[in-house]
């Protein structure tokens, strides 16, 4: 396969229309990342020698068919990075040399769905054109000829009567953009479409995205809207390229007088509207308004959103390797592997991690750990003493932790002494019982610990899992199961480390906020890819 191609379409729109499945579905064969797709309408049977990238007018039909493309990409081929390329399809009179551009992905192979009389004459010469538009550094680039069209025949109902749309010169659209998809693409590919000049693009953060799901797992804001910009400076680099980041709906749309229109999904059209009234009370042009269809996603599960959407594609990344894994610190065996399992209060770690042990884990608790950790005669009971002196213990002589809360949850150093204390020898012991099931022949063992992160035990292990439910979730079920108050709930929930800051350190991620199975599906799936991952080490 190709990493990269360009395919050029040469056949009549309504005839190509009709064969953008076959096209995709054979694509899908030839190409494993990005497809560039150059649209040229009616030169399938111009001889070879005279064949050149030209204007293409941006008229209702050819809107219609990249409309359409997109949406069949969406079902045929989900994984590819589909760009239709705009900067020849205007009304604005143009030069050829305006159109060359060098596109960011570059291409290893030329595709032509040209079936006409001359389909067998294409050559050098023709590459040497397409070369001229679309630099690239690749020299022997093969150009081949798609092989599955030549049973489509018009159907002449489905031909449209043609018109010219309407272009602006001041266009706007917003979204959250995480992971740029199918459904981002159509939108963005209407905004260049209809730019002439500057294409506003708002991207969600801070606020916006705070309901979200797993929010958690979003990209960086500075990162999508590099996306963004890269995909419209791709597909139409003539126009500005002006992305910027937005905490509520409106952004620069009710800012900028000067923009003429608004690209809304068909889930936005209210924000269209409100966009609108605001700009009535300054006294703004109303924004006209172009709304798309959303895309179907083929894949989704029941649980999930039935179009393409990033929360779908976030929610497929839970079990996965979500971030990189590094290689093992000096302080972790060779044998066996390790997992620091971790999660907030009611994330529902102790669940994902009986179903570990059901695998196959052996299961280090450190919660048990810790409390074996004060027990009499143990260098961490000692030290104890030393520290906060006789008036913890009870009347057996034991550490009585109901006199110890007090003075250490009171004052923040005083609670970092006993960390001090108590966290190295819960190490220790952990460290005894991983070298117990070693010998017991067990190849892998989880560190069951709330406070992974926090008491650096990560540096223990091979890779750290984490489970994460949204704080709202996690407030009820405190609620819930400790019949607790809203308030004294959200004080525990906000007293540990944040989701953010568990995800930034984690390899794999988890979340219960679904039902049962669904998160037995994550943990069946981590564990699946853990054997492979330690398969390949041997």
């Known amino acids: 396969?190709?990493?990269?191609?360009?395919?050029?379409?040469?056949?009549?729109?309504?005839?190509?229309?009709?064969?953008?499945?076959?096209?995709?579905?054979?694509?899908?064969?030839?190409?494993?990342?990005?497809?560039?797709?150059?649209?040229?309408?009616?030169?399938?049977?111009?001889?070879?020698?005279?064949?050149?990238?030209?204007?293409?007018?941006?008229?209702?039909?050819?809107?219609?068919?990249?409309?359409?493309?997109?949406?069949?990409?969406?079902?045929?081929?989900?994984?590819?990075?589909?760009?239709?390329?705009?900067?020849?399809?205007?009304?604005?009179?143009?030069?050829?040399?305006?159109?060359?551009?060098?596109?960011?992905?570059?291409?290893?192979?030329?595709?032509?769905?040209?079936?006409?009389?001359?389909?067998?004459?294409?050559?050098?010469?023709?590459?040497?054109?397409?070369?001229?538009?679309?630099?690239?550094?690749?020299?022997?680039?093969?150009?081949?000829?798609?092989?599955?069209?030549?049973?489509?025949?018009?159907?002449?109902?489905?031909?449209?009567?043609?018109?010219?749309?309407?272009?602006?010169?001041?266009?706007?659209?917003?979204?959250?953009?995480?992971?740029?998809?199918?459904?981002?693409?159509a939108l963005l590919n209407e905004g260049c479409l209809l730019c002439n000049k500057k294409l506003t693009v708002g991207v969600t953060e801070n606020e916006m995205n705070q309901k979200k799901v797993l929010r958690e797992l979003i990209e960086p804001i500075e990162d999508r809207k590099t996306a963004v910009k890269h995909f419209i400076n791709d597909i139409r680099p003539q126009i500005e390229a002006n992305v910027v980041g937005i905490t509520d709906l409106y952004g620069p749309t009710i800012t900028d007088p000067s923009l003429q229109l608004i690209v809304l999904s068909e889930e936005t059209v209210k924000g269209g509207m409100l966009i609108n009234e605001e700009r009535k009370k300054k006294s703004f042009t109303q924004l006209e308004e172009v709304v798309i269809n959303l895309l179907e996603d083929p894949c989704h599960a029941a649980s999930e959103e039935v179009k393409v959407s990033s929360s779908s594609l976030r929610r497929r990344l839970l079990?996965?390797?979500?971030?990189?894994?590094?290689?093992?610190?000096?302080?972790?065996?060779?044998?066996?592997?390790?997992?620091?399992?971790?999660?907030?209060?009611?994330?529902?770690?102790?669940?994902?991690?009986?179903?570990?042990?059901?695998?196959?884990?052996?299961?280090?608790?450190?919660?048990?750990?810790?409390?074996?950790?004060?027990?009499?005669?143990?260098?961490?009971?000692?030290?104890?003493?030393?520290?906060?002196?006789?008036?913890?213990?009870?009347?057996t002589g034991e550490i009585d932790r109901r006199k110890l809360g007090p003075i250490v949850f009171s004052d923040p150093s005083q609670l970092k002494k006993l960390n001090g204390i108590v966290w190295p020898e819960i190490g220790r012991l952990a460290r005894e019982q991983i070298q117990q099931y070693e010998k017991e022949g067990k190849n892998i063992v989880v560190l069951d610990a709330a406070l992974l992160l926090e008491a650096e035990w990560n540096k223990m292990v091979h890779e750290v899992w984490t489970a994460v439910v949204p704080q709202s979730e996690a407030v009820l079920r405190i609620m819930e199961r400790n019949g607790l108050s809203e308030e004294e709930a959200l004080k525990r929930v906000k007293s540990q480390m944040s989701n953010d800051d568990r995800v930034a350190k984690s390899n794999v991620i988890f979340c219960s906020l679904w039902e049962y199975e669904y998160t037995q599906g994550q943990v069946e799936r981590a564990w699946k890819l853990l054997q492979e991952r330690i398969n390949t080490r041997k």
């Open 1 to 185: 396969m190709h990493r990269a191609g360009l395919l050029i379409l040469t056949q009549p729109l309504a005839k190509s229309r009709q064969q953008i499945p076959i096209i995709l579905d054979e694509i899908s064969q030839l190409i494993k990342e990005t497809l560039y797709v150059h649209i040229q309408p009616n030169t399938n049977k111009i001889n070879p020698v005279d064949w050149t990238i030209a204007k293409v007018p941006c008229t209702q039909e050819i809107q219609n068919y990249i409309r359409e493309f997109y949406s069949s990409s969406a079902s045929r081929c989900m994984t590819l990075d589909v760009r239709i390329l705009l900067s020849h399809i205007t009304n604005a009179e143009i030069s050829v040399k305006t159109l060359m551009h060098k596109i960011n992905k570059g291409y290893d192979t030329v595709l032509f769905d040209n079936y006409g009389q001359n389909s067998k004459n294409l050559s050098q010469e023709i590459l040497g054109k397409i070369k001229e538009i679309y630099p690239v550094e690749t020299k022997d680039i093969p150009v081949l000829q798609l092989k599955n069209l030549e049973s489509v025949t018009l159907n002449e109902s489905l031909s449209e009567k043609d018109s010219l749309v309407k272009t602006y010169d001041f266009v706007a659209l917003g979204g959250t953009f995480d992971r740029l998809h199918s459904g981002h693409k």
């Open 319 to 395: 079990g996965t390797v979500y971030n990189t894994i590094q290689a093992p610190g000096p302080e972790v065996p060779a044998s066996p592997y390790l997992i620091g399992l971790t999660g907030g209060i009611c994330s529902g770690k102790s669940t994902i991690c009986k179903k570990l042990q059901s695998l196959g884990a052996g299961i280090v608790d450190c919660d048990k750990l810790g409390h074996a950790a004060y027990q009499k005669d143990t260098p961490a009971f000692k030290s104890i003493i030393e520290a906060f002196g006789d008036g913890v213990l009870s009347e």
